[in-house]
Structures are given as structure tokens and as C-alpha cells.
């Protein structure tokens, strides 16, 4: 069986660490930007071989009469999200926006707090949770992410936004994006980059706060899909969130959905984990000069520290594999001057 | 059993107009372009109800102060293609594509003139090859759409459409695109808008020439879909296309392909037959000022005359409704002074 969503494992349902993560209200949480305001456009990125290659890459690909010249509309960089653009543990955000509305819905649902795979998640028994299996979590899926209409869910998931907190850092999850990476997002248009997000989270659940967070518009987010039905309702016309997959923008399918939607090579790809493992692949595989860069989560003070063994983002073939491909493994602790944003 | 593609019906096989059609090589047969010498952005529409109209939108919903005044990131505009943005008469043109695609495949399979469906194509037996119904039309899509890696695939669209003519016109397809839509593409996005193609036809027929012809980049291209699989081979990563239909971009999928892709509701949608009208009323269906627009097919000297009863592009239902629905009929005939590029 196919999982409901690539990210929602079992295994990541089990660390779910819900007692106290508050929810304070506070709607005008400004989501932070990339505020450049030297005249270096990667202030948070410290001198040394990455910097360098990302500065050598974009120069060499932009300078008129480099050889390596490539024309803007082919300017395509692409970007994974969890783990790549804003932290991923101790689960994906996504699974956290889950486990809320689960809580959320049970108020309707009297019957939840007797029955599976409800009863666990709601009790916070993640072991119960995990017995459930990939049933189970495919059925909290159905109940939460299917059922409405795109518009309806992207009401709730702006909602969820403006006032959840991540369980460890209590900040807002839109402020626990990457400020280098903000910095690169805009440093690769300000060189005439068209930056997309390619990510294994759903594409509904990224458009409604992407724009602002990352100055990435809907349009240029791929993601996984559910199938979608039209509908018109009280002449109205919407389109309808159905419980049956479309696309697992994870691994291979990273390359699928590039392709789908795109519909050209990128020639610079930047991930963490193996789940990107095939973008980085499918993009340094054209011709002429290409960047691929992995994200190594190297920093267990400032962030956390991960690669083969984690049940989150795990790397191994891109760390065994980037040396002899040419990718670029940027050291988080070594390279990056701040993790967050500023408060 | 799911059509292999929507546009592709047995009854416009049988319609193929094959004998006297010129394949003249000429590689750098330039396409045209929206060419606009003069300050008026329309010159080709002439004067009357349906250019005020369109004048009166832009102006509403780009006027700063105006209360119907739309931000830049909101103005999506979507172009159906077939008989919107270039012609569709007597048959799709990806189907000319499609024939002469098994015409040159047979050179390297003698046995297909003794085969069905490839023998009536071959030889031109409409008939016959109608009889082969669904199932034969399927087999040469696969044929000829998939099985190979989508750069090949774009390179063989790319070298048809610089030697293909049409049968009627012996112009070459790019140059049967509509002068007054290449301005008023030029024109809603020289006043922000971003303009997308929302086409029945194939992806990734349409992304190898839409930029040059219509400026519409590939990543702002929606269409009818295969399957995709990311395979690597003597170490070149590369996308095979499958023969399973991925999503069909027509009628109620229309709306289906731009929440997918695009990710937000258009405020502008421009189709011509009843393959659009989920489209135009998704889009009309949402808040604030909106433009819906059919391009009617008026005009049998200078173009084609149809509607209700055509075989492609019929428009039955839209002709009906438009009035009601505050849709803008589009009369070739009365409200362009040019149909195509002058040569």
C-alpha cells in the first residue's frame, strides 16, 4: 500500500511530543523576511568552500560571456522545504498541523475518544497510535486534509499558522525557516532565478503561507497532491479535497512532479535527505554548469544534528554519493552564522 | 474506458484531411509574434462592446484606488489553446502531429502496413481507422507519445512544427495562432498580470514552442498528462513517458489542472467551446471583478465558422449561458479586424 502521505511515518508519530506545546493567539505574528540589508546579499553565510561555490556557480551561470552563460528564463533553482527551507524535527510540521486539527475536530466528534486510531492521538498514546499503522494514519489523513474544499482548507491551515507554536523552540513554525536560505531564495533572484519549492509536504498545505515566508508564490510550488473533484454547490463552483493520492512528491516522484509542473530542467537543486536525493540527481545531470547543494544538519546546539540514522530526513546515500557527484554539503554549524531569523 | 486523449475522437480522425499536405523543410521559419508598433495595446480588436469590455477589466481591477483593484501576485489569467489562442479546424493540430508521427515511425516498422490501426492510418483509410474505435486511437498515442524521455519527445514536436503545414492554410501551425489574442496576452501582462495556458491538449505537445509563439513559459503551461518515470540510464537521469493517462485538462478537469499547477483561482479565463466551461465559471465563480471571455468562431471566409454542431470545439452550452453568466462572446468575424499574424 501506498502511504497516505511520504512524510507521515509511523515511526514519526511515535515522537510526537505534544504535551506542552502551547497555542497562544496572536494573529498579527509577522512572518519574517529575507531583510538584506548589507551590501553582501549572504550576510549569514560564513566565508569558506560553500559560500564560495554558490557565489562562483551563480556568477558563472549569469556573467554575460561566461561560457558557462545561462539565459534567465533557464535560471530554474529548486528548493525541498522540511529540513531545507524551515526545521523538521522532532517531526514534519505537517504532522503537527495534523495532530492539532485531530484535536480540533474532536469537539464534533464525541465517538473519536473511543475509537481508533482517534483514541490514541487524542490520549497522546503514541504507541497505540503507531499499532494503527499506515491504516490508521491514512484515516487521520482522510479526516483532516480531505472533506473540504481547497479554499476551506487553506483558511485553516493560515489559522493554524498564526497561532501554533513548535513544541521545543515555541516560536511560530514560519519563523523556524532557515535566514540563510531566505538569504540565498533572494540572492538567486536578485540574479534572475525563478525560485520554486519541491517539497514531499502537500502543496495545499505550503501555498497559503509561502508567498509571504519565502516570497515564493503558489504557482511555483510542488508538492504532493491528493486528487481534487469539481464541484458546484449552491452555484458555487469548488474544488473538493478527495482521499485518494495523485502524486508523492518524494524521491523519484521529485523529478516526476518537477517535470509535471515545470516542465523544464532546473539548474540548481538544494535538499537534505535522501528524499532529495533524485532531484539533485535529475538536475546536475544536464548539460552545462549546474548546482546541487545538500543541507547537512551538522548543529545540534542551534538546531539539531542528523543524517543516516534519523527517523526524520535521513541522509546517507546523498553524504556517501555528493563527493564524487560534485554536490555541495553545506556544514550548518560550520557555514551557517544564525540558524532563525531574528526575533 | 478513459479516452488516451480527450481531443483525439475517432470522428476527427476520420476527418483527417491527409492527401496535398506540404512538408516543406524550412528550419528557421521564424513564428510570429505579438508585434505591437502602435501605442493603442489592441490593435487588432476593433472597436465595440467586446474590446471595451476587456479595456474596462484591466482598468478596473489595475487602477490603484479603484474597488475592484486586484494586487499584481492575484492577476491570473488563463488561455484555453485549441481554437482560443491558435486555430483547431479541421482537427487538432497535436493529431497532425500525431499522424505524421506514425507515418515516419513506419519507415522503421514494415509490418504496420499490414497492421490495424497503423494500415489505415497509413494509407489514409479514415474508415477503417475509425473502426479501430478507442482502443486504436489509444495505440497510437502510445505510439507516438510515449516510450520515449520527454527531452526527446520535445525535440521531435520542435522539428515537426518548423516542416509541418497545415493541410488548408500550408502556413506552418505556429503561424495559425491568433494576432488579436497575441496582443491581448502582451497586454494583460504588460498591466501584471502572469498568464497561463490551460489547454485539453498535451503538456508537454505545447511547452517546447509556447514560449517563443505566445511568450508563455513552460512552467505556466497546463495540459492533459501522462504518466511519468524517473529512470537512470548509463548514468543519465531522464523522465520516460508511460501510456497512462495522468490527468485529462479538459471540461471539469480544467479547473482540476489550475488548482493543481497554479494553485490559485484566475481572475481572467479566456476559452472557445464547452471544454472551457468549467474554466470560465470556476473562475467567474470567485469574489470580486471578474472576465470571462469566448472566443466565438464566427467566421468562415477569413477562419472557420462553428459552434453547436462541430465536431471539435463544439460550444453549445456557453453560447446559452453566456448572456446569464455576464460572459463576453467574442465575434471573430465582427470584433477582429486580422486573425492571424501578418506574414
Redesign the interface.
Known sequence: MKRWMPALTVTAVVLLLVPGCRRDASPDAAPPGAAVTSTDPLPSWNAGTTRTAIVDFVNAVTTNGSPEFVLP?ER?AVFDNDGTLWAEQPMYFQEFFLLDRVRALAQSHPEWTTKEPYRSALAGDMKRLAASGEKGIAELMAVTHTGMT?DEFASTVRAWMYTARHPISKRPYTEMVYQPMLELLAYLRANGF?T?IVSGGG??FM?PWV?KVYGI?????VGS?GK???E?KD???A?MKLPEI?LVDDG??K??GI??????RPIAAFGNSDGDF?ML??TS?GPGRRLALIVHHTDADREWAYDRGSHIGKLERGLDEAGTRGWILADMKRDWKTIYPPK
Open positions: 528564463p530554474i481547497i525563478k520554486f502543496s495545499e501555498r508567498e508564490p503558489p504557482e511555483q510550488v497532491r481534487l473533484k469539481y458546484v452555484g458555487k463552483p474544488l495523485d523519484p516522484g523529478p516526476v517535470a509535471q509542473v515545470i516542465g523544464r533524485q540527481e535529475y545531470g
